[in-house]
């Protein structure tokens, strides 16, 4: 199993949600927006490293916005896997217009 990063979407409403998520870098211009879709009362997963051009480039920090046309939960998930023992840090984020 990889080591990857995933950006976890939940959207309870009765609308389907558009995003836009834009990559935050210490020494670079920011990357995106991303655009994706989550459908109503659903959830979708993501990996940031199978987003699409400019590549996140490995080993380097970033910081993401998400911004979104409705409501939405988000959960950022991080699997370290460069060890035998795996490593799970997951944190959740709920923003309010």
Not at 7 to 15: E, I, M, P, T
Not at 50 to 57: C, K, L, S, W
Not at 59 to 72: F, G, K, W
Request: glycine share 4%; net charge negative.
């Amino acid at each position: 199993m990889l080591s990857h990063e995933a950006l976890c979407v939940l959207n309870a409403g009765d609308a389907d949600a558009h995003l836009a998520v834009t990559l935050f870098f210490a020494e670079s211009e920011p990357a995106g927006p991303y655009r994706l879709e989550v459908p109503a009362r659903r959830t979708r997963h993501f990996r940031f490293n199978d987003f699409p051009r400019p590549a996140i480039p490995r080993d380097t920090p970033y910081a993401s916005l998400i911004e979104s046309d409705v409501p939405v939960v988000v959960q950022h998930t991080r699997l370290d896997s460069r060890q035998a023992e795996l490593a799970l840090m997951s944190t959740i984020a709920y923003g309010e217009a």
